[in-house]
């Protein structure tokens, strides 16, 4: 049976776009050198981002889950820690347009001002009702909005609604 993505056939508008079949592997551990929380870090192909004291979400390629699970888990040794690939619990959504900030402001209760909320920086919050973990990329800028397949479609709207006011 063939995949398909949450939005495979919903028509994005210019500055949105979906990056399915990302893997993504949840850590929970206690370990040296990972982002702290709010933080993110791009190594090669893959993202890490900090989700809390000792929780963090390690993004890849479509089909990276199993190397992934296995680096993380050499990683933990004999030491505490869980790997959990969650790669099918959600999709992403790129934004990208000029007011991406000021758009993403009308339905976030996050202070997303480049002070507050630059690029490496990652938090999981609500966005027009559907919970996230949003993540900047750069200054463009650009953010990563992760969210459950379920809510994908309404997130996509949502956003496509408000992107309206600044066309």
Not at 26 to 39: I, S, T
Not at 116 to 131: I, K, M, S, W
């Amino acid at each position: 049976m063939a995949r398909r993505s949450p939005l495979q056939d919903v028509a994005l508008p210019d500055g949105l776009r979906e990056i399915p079949f990302r893997a993504q592997v949840n850590l929970r551990a206690v370990l040296p050198g990972l982002p702290r929380p709010g933080g993110a870090r791009c190594e090669g192909d893959r993202t890490t981002l900090g989700l809390g004291p000792d929780e963090w979400l390690v993004l890849g390629p479509d089909g990276a889950q199993a190397d992934i699970e296995r680096d993380l888990r050499a990683r933990i040794g004999g030491g505490w820690g869980a790997v959990t690939d969650v790669s099918a619990q959600r999709t992403t959504l790129e934004l990208s347009a000029p007011r991406a900030r000021d758009l993403l402001a009308k339905g976030c209760s996050l202070d997303l001002h480049p002070r507050a909320f630059g690029p490496g920086r990652c938090a999981q919050t609500d966005l027009g009702r559907a919970n996230v973990v949003l993540h900047q990329v750069d200054e463009g800028p650009t953010y990563e909005l992760l969210v459950a397949g379920s809510l994908a479609a309404y997130l996509a709207a949502w956003l496509a609604d408000a992107m309206e006011e600044y066309r």
